[in-house]
Structure formats: C-alpha cells, structure tokens
C-alpha cells in the first residue's frame, strides 16, 4: 500500500510539473506574441509620425487611418467652378458684366465695394450654392472645415473681384461664404449618405466629387447611418392676405386660390441628448415649394397670374453638450446656427443667424414623448421684401418712394432671431406640433438704393399642424400657418400684414 501510494504520489507530481511548464512555455510564447504586436502598433505610429512630419499625411480620419489633405485639388475645384460659370454667363447668356478685360483684371484694386440690387433667387439662393460647391470640393480633398471655409472665401473674392465687371457686392460676400458654409456642409454630409444608396445620387448632390474623385483617386470621407428621420410630404391648400396702411392707402387683401406643394424634411443625427465638437455632426433641413395660381397682384404678367414659394427652413449645431437634467430627458445645449430663405409671391425674408439652442425631449410613461427647442440669434445679415416697390399700384406720389434709380422689392437688414418649436407624439402615433420663426429686423441705409426708408419690421411666421398616421409609413393631416408683419417705418405709412395658409398633406416616412 505504501508503495502504491508514493508511485501515485510521484505519478501526480510529474503531471502538475510537466502541466506546469506547459502553461509556462505558452504563457511565455502569449507575452511574446503581445510585445511582438505593440512593437508592430509602435512602429505603425511611428510610421504615421514620420508621414506626418514629413508632409505625406496631414491627419486622420474618424478610424485613424492617414488622410493626405490635396489642398492643390480644392482650389483647382474651386477655379474650375469660377471659370465654368463666368464662361457661361459670358458666352452663353451674353451678359455684359461676364465680359471682363484684361485691364479689369488689372485694376481690380480700385473697384470699391457696396451693396447689389440682383434678383432676389440669384443673390439668396444662387450664391451660397455656388459657395457651396467651392466649400463641398475642399472637404471632398480631405480639408476640414474652417480650411474649406477659407478656399470658399477666396473663391468668393475671387468671383467678385476678377469675375464681374460690377462693384464687389458686400452681401454677395456675406451669402457666399456663411451661407455656402450652412448649405456647404448639410450638402456634403448628405451627399456622403446619398453614395451609400448611388454613387449617382451623391455626385448629384456634391458634383463638384467627380473631379475631385478623378485628381486624387479617393472618394469623399465621411460616416453614414447618420439619417434620423426622413420624409416627403405632399399638401394642397389655399392662402389669404391682409393689408392695411397707416395713412393715404385703402386696405387691400389678396386671394391664391389654390397650390401644391412637395417638401423635403430630414434630421441629420438625434437633436436631443447631442454631445459634440464637431460643427453640423447635427443638423435639421426642410425644403420645400409651392406652385398655384396667382392672387392677380404682382409686378408683372406672370406674378399676377401664378403662385410661387420656394423655402428653406435650417439649423445646426456648431457645438453643444448634453446635460443630465433627469431620467427620461434627453437635453442638448449649444451654438446653433439658423439659416433660412423664403421667396414667395406674397413675401420674401431671409436670415443667417448664429445664436444659443435648448432642445429637449421628455419621455412619458406609456410610450408618449414631447419635444420642444428655443433658439436665441443674432441676425448678421437677413431680408425682408419692401411691400412699395412689390405692389407698384400702391405707389402714391406724396411721398418719395417711387422706383427711381436702382430699385428693388427687397431690403437689406440686421437684428434678432428666435425659433420656437414644440412636438407631442402619443403612444399611438399621433402628432401635433407648432414651429415659431420671429424675426426683428432694421432696414438700414447704404443700401444703392434712393427712396428706400430706414426702420424696424417685426415678423412672426407660426405653423400648427396635425397628423394621425394610417400605415406605418405613411400619415395624413391638416396644416395651418399665419404670416404677421408690422413695420416701423421712418418716413413712409407703416404697414400691417397677415396672410393665413391653409393644407391638408401626405407624408411619407422613408426613416
């Protein structure tokens, strides 16, 4: 037995030994494998380190992978741009201030700048998408944003000082760069979300990528899987506006008797609990317009005969940060960044505007939730349309503000800004919800224009909807919005408008 017993014994501690240099042999072959990684990790970072320093890569992208900035490509880009338009207006539209000499180009020094009178769709809507285009093909070449921003102002200046014969334009400036940028970088983020369902559809929103795409052999970079929500919405309605005066005029009102009107909604990422740096990682766009038949008002033929809006509703945040106010409330608190544009028979206002955000959702018990957001701005630049000179037949020779000199039926201004929005969704899908834009705004002088008065005009545009769905995708309902303007006038009769729209609408949930 004692034998037996010291054999199993000496049995046992043979197999610990030969199990303990085992574990032994493969922890030491696991460290090996582990130092033999991080040196491989080391020597990948000092490669990146020696690029960097070297200038063969600039920065990294979002997986850390070595981006190389072209910066030659994004001003290629943004002098491809100049030279196509400028060629265009000058060759194929034969307009006489495309046509710039040489001795133009060599005395751009002495052209002053002021203020345009330019159609309003040109100056309002053309130029930030030409900026933009300037703005999309620097990010497409791997620069960031206030690198891009700057190719954008130098494209600008470049347009307005050696493309034009005109006088540099102030709020071509202005519209060109802040705005490009606003529209710039909603485009591009969406473009990259595009490509991922067509390589088509993302050139069609970013174009400007074809080339850039072509010189550098890489495609724009960026995340998808970004989209929040996504909808079409189809409406028909009818609208009815009211004015009066303060003195020598008859009050007026205007009738359009019925439109149609497709709109573009898409949330870039979730308002609500949105921590980051990054500007626009955060945004909300509407697009939309309407087409109808016109009031019998307007400034010629087809203004009396047709009714048009096209509009343009956005923000986004420039950073922001996401405080814990409780359990069930999602907060973001930041620097956001209004730009909007109305070009309607009846009104024309545009805003960029920077300023402070709350947005907030409060989930319920039972599924339900609301959401509500304050924006306060600063109105950099904006316009408002000057009712005198767009009704030509309410023009009275009392006082001087008949279309003499240059002259158009919008004016420039700056002020304040304030958005307001509320949103109830109950547990069944039903929404109900309220959108305040209030604008203060000064017309100011200076603006090449004789007749026009200085003063404030307060606006407030309230929207009130409600909707019910019928499928999952697809809900239906009833649209009101009131238009309000009161004007404050220096020397010409104030004004007071309202106009009522109302819709009924289809919407369509693609997210």
Not at 289 to 302: D, I, L, P, R
């Amino acid at each position: 037995m004692k034998k037996r017993f010291l054999f199993t014994a000496v049995l046992l501690a043979g197999m610990i030994h030969a199990q303990t240099v085992q574990d032994v042999q493969q922890n030491l072959t696991e460290n090996a494998e582990k130092v033999e990684t991080q040196q491989e990790v080391q020597q990948e970072v000092s490669f990146d380190s020696k690029q960097l320093m070297a200038g063969t890569v600039d920065s990294t992208d979002e997986n850390g992978a070595p981006v190389k900035k072209h910066y030659f490509t994004a001003i290629a880009a943004m002098m491809l741009n100049n030279t196509l338009i400028s060629s265009y207006n000058r060759f194929v539209t034969n307009s006489a201030w495309a046509k710039v000499t040489m001795d133009d180009a060599l005395h751009f020094y002495e052209h002053e700048m002021s203020w345009d009178r330019d159609w309003y769709w040109t100056n309002f809507v053309l130029h930030p998408y030409q900026g933009s285009l300037y703005y999309m093909a620097s990010r497409s070449s791997n620069l960031n944003q206030l690198e891009s921003f700057a190719v954008t102002v130098l494209g600008s200046s470049i347009w307005e000082w050696f493309c034009e014969t005109n006088e540099p334009s102030k709020n071509d400036m202005i519209y060109t760069t802040v705005g490009a940028f606003a529209v710039g970088e909603m485009l591009y983020r969406l473009s990259i979300e595009g490509s991922e369902i067509s390589k088509l559809l993302g050139y069609a929103i970013n174009p400007d990528s074809l080339f850039t795409t072509w010189v550098t052999g890489e495609r724009p970079r960026g995340t998808t899987g970004n989209i929040h929500e996504l909808s079409l919405k189809f409406s028909g309605g009818t609208a009815r506006t009211y004015t009066t005066f303060e003195k020598y005029f008859d009050s007026s009102s205007e009738v359009f008797p019925a439109f149609i009107s497709p709109e573009f909604n898409v949330v870039y990422n979730d308002p609500y609990g949105w921590d980051s740096n990054s500007p626009y990682s955060q945004f909300e766009f509407t697009m939309g317009a309407k087409v109808g038949f016109g009031s019998g008002e307007g400034e010629s033929s087809y203004e009396e005969k047709l009714m048009y809006d096209i509009y343009i509703t956005s923000n986004g945040m420039i950073f922001s940060r996401a405080p814990d106010f409780g359990e069930n409330k999602d907060t973001t608190i930041g620097l956001v960044f209004d730009y909007d544009f109305i070009w309607h028979s009846f009104v024309e206002l545009s805003s960029l505007a920077p300023g402070f955000a709350i947005k907030q959702r409060i989930r319920h018990a039972g599924g339900s939730k609301t959401e509500w957001q304050l924006h306060l701005d600063a109105l950099l630049l904006g316009t408002t349309d000057y009712y005198y000179w767009r009704r030509e037949s309410s023009l009275s020779p009392q006082f001087n503000s008949s279309p003499s000199g240059v002259a158009c039926d919008y004016s420039y201004t700056y002020g304040a800004e304030t958005v307001l929005k509320y949103k109830f969704t109950s547990k069944t899908g039903k929404i109900i919800d309220m959108d305040f834009h209030g604008y203060a705004m000064r017309v100011f002088k200076d603006q090449l224009q004789k007749g026009l008065d200085t003063g404030w005009e307060l606006i407030g545009i309230t929207s009130l909807n409600g909707e019910i769905p019928v499928t999952e995708k697809v809900n239906v309902g009833l649209g009101n919005q009131l238009y309000v303007k009161k004007t404050f006038y220096d020397f010409v009769p104030e004004i007071f408008q309202s106009m009522y729209t109302g819709s009924v609408f289809v919407r369509l949930k693609l997210k």
